[in-house]
């Protein structure tokens, strides 16, 4: 079980979530927004209860060179041979990828794609009907330069009102990570 209140204070993000996915014994898990798939290789690596996990990103990033782009999916791919037989990877925007999910299906969704207020927005708007009652949703970068409409999305979301926002205060630091449990 989650100890929300644990001191989750030995690095990144990417080496906080492992670390939390598996005392939840997560089983299916959608990461939204996966770049190189440095955050999957770190959770599928540390977390052995996970049979199904989703790499959703569409792999072309605005204004950026096509090199970079193919290089960067090029690393999801080879994070995705490695775990085949868990990991399906979906290169999609994350709106056009949630139709593909039932309902009610997910442990946990964790949201770390384009960190505007009108993105993490729609993004917790549309994958919460995803996640089963009990289950998560999570993201990153709650409160750092990269994460400017994080916060205020989350603090705005009608589908979290009245929910308790986990994320680790001081000296709690959980390194950006910030979690809901649906009931």
């Known amino acids: 079980m989650l100890s929300l209140d644990k001191n989750y204070n ?3 993000h990417y080496i906080v979530l492992p670390i939390i996915v598996r005392e939840l014994s997560i089983q299916s898990m959608a990461e ?6 440095m955050l999957t290789k770190a959770i599928l690596s540390g977390c ?7 790499m959703i990103d569409p792999w072309i990033l605005p204004k950026c060179k096509h090199e970079y782009a193919e290089a960067i999916y090029n690393r ?12 399906y990877m979906i290169a999609r ?14 442990d946990f969704a964790y949201i770390d794609g384009n960190h505007s207020h009108e993105h993490v927005l729609q993004d917790i708007t549309i994958w919460w009907s995803k996640i089963r009652s009990g289950g998560y949703m999570g993201g990153h970068d709650l409160d750092s330069k990269h994460g400017h409409g994080v916060r205020s999305a989350i603090e705005s979301a009608p589908v ?3 929910l308790t926002i986990h994320h680790g205060t001081p000296p709690i630091n959980w390194h950006g990570v910030w979690m809901v449990h649906k009931p």
């Open 10 to 12: 030995y690095g990144k």
């Open 32 to 37: 939204i927004g996966v770049h190189s798939g």
């Open 48 to 54: 052995p209860s996970i049979q199904k996990y989703h």
């Open 76 to 87: 999801a791919l080879i994070v995705r041979n490695t775990y085949r037989t868990q990991t």
């Open 93 to 106: 925007t994350s709106l056009d990828a949630v139709d593909r999910f039932e309902d009610g299906k997910l």
């Open 160 to 162: 979290l009102d009245g």
